[in-house]
């Protein structure tokens, strides 16, 4: 078994789910543990400034076996150790199939679950080629236990062999990505890299940096509760104010109608009564005027059903999450040139496509750090239905050596940007 693949195995056995709606970092204390594995691998390594910190980061140093006269930028590798609490993510039982035959796999923790490419054709394009899936009782890790892996055993192959020319190499591990917070502790000038890559995309050749424009809207419904039978004129319904707020949104303006570039309102959460009830919101564009448009409208929307039902009905509490990166990756766009070109060696054929979501590299770009997204290999990621090819494990790793070798290159630092 391959070093990448030993790892990412490992990886996934610690249960790492990250928690909505909490206000220590990390949202769960059970991350720590990953962390303070990764930790002890590192120093085994014989990384330099390895650390984990009172928030789960960690961050490590593989030294430089060039001269600081050479003025390489100083390259950061990033990935996040937690997975999403969208699916079960506790004794992950991972299915290795060996030369994959380009038919339905059973997930054994399910009598008569499959894992079938009519639904998924993406599997077809690994026929030959080694998979590994849950058993469909979790979600497998591979977001992003696999970009950590991959990380990893770039760096073990850099330790191991000194006589290889490469400049500073920076790696950082974030908890609590999946709950929007994987940079809030981040401490962009103690990390010390110039410009970084996140690894934390789809499938082998994944390219990305462009994400969505991202907003969260907490809806809070106060209706009237009135015995139904004497409820005309008095009751107000708050699950049904509610639908009426849905039904205001623009129908085709949804995830399960959009693609590529397209934005949408996505209702993620419902509960409540006739008294009370709460909405979550996700609303997202890559587009600046129409995410502002987005918001606009959503807000515009609680205004009517105020005049409507009496001021103080619905309650909208909006906040930003991140930003599109691209207006921050543009003035370095060599490192975009450069995963290109080092894809092209490994006969990878490049895919550069917008992100239908956000990475730790989109808020850490805003904070200072450039972090375009690389891929990991996997596909189906936050569900039973994950799975991930161990070959394209393997040329990810390459691909991140490959990429810290090209910028031996490079003869100016991150803020002299060339593009």
Known sequence: MSSVIDKFLRYVSYDTQSKDEQEQLPSTEKQFALARLLEEELKAMGASDVKVDSQCYV????PATISADANVPVLGFIAHMDTSPAFGGCNVRPQIIKNYDGSPIA??????????????????????????????TTLLGADDKAGVAEIMAMAEYFLSHPEIPHGEIKIGFTPDEEVGRGADGFDVAAFGADVAYTVDGG??????YENFNAAGAKVHIHGTSIHPGSA?????????????????????????????YEGFFHLDLMSGDVENAMMDYIIRDHDWTKFEEKKALFTAVSQFLNQKYGQGTVEVEMKDYYYNMKEKIQPYMYLIDLAKESMAELSVEPK???????????????MGLPCPNL???????????????VQSM????KLLILLARKFV????????PNG
Do not use: W
């Open 232 to 260: 005309k004129g008095k009751m107000k319904n708050a699950l049904l104010i509610g639908m009426e707020l849905q039904s205001m949104l623009p129908a085709f303006d949804n995830p399960m109608y959009t693609e590529g």
């Open 107 to 136: 997930l054994k923790g399910v009598p008569g679950l499959y894992l079938n490419p009519a639904e998924f054709p993406d599997m077809l394009d690994y026929v030959g080629k080694d998979l590994i899936t849950t058993d469909g």
């Open 375 to 389: 891929c990991t290999g996997g596909h189906n990621f936050h569900g039973k239905f994950e799975f991930i090819c």
């Open 394 to 397: 393997e040329t990810i790793t």
């Open 59 to 62: 961050t490590a140093t593989i």
């Open 203 to 208: 499938a082998l050749g994944e390219l990305e």
């Open 409 to 416: 290159k490079l003869s100016q630092k991150k803020e002299e």
């Open 352 to 366: 550069i496509c917008p992100i239908r979501g956000g990475t730790d590299g989109a808020r850490l770009s805003y």
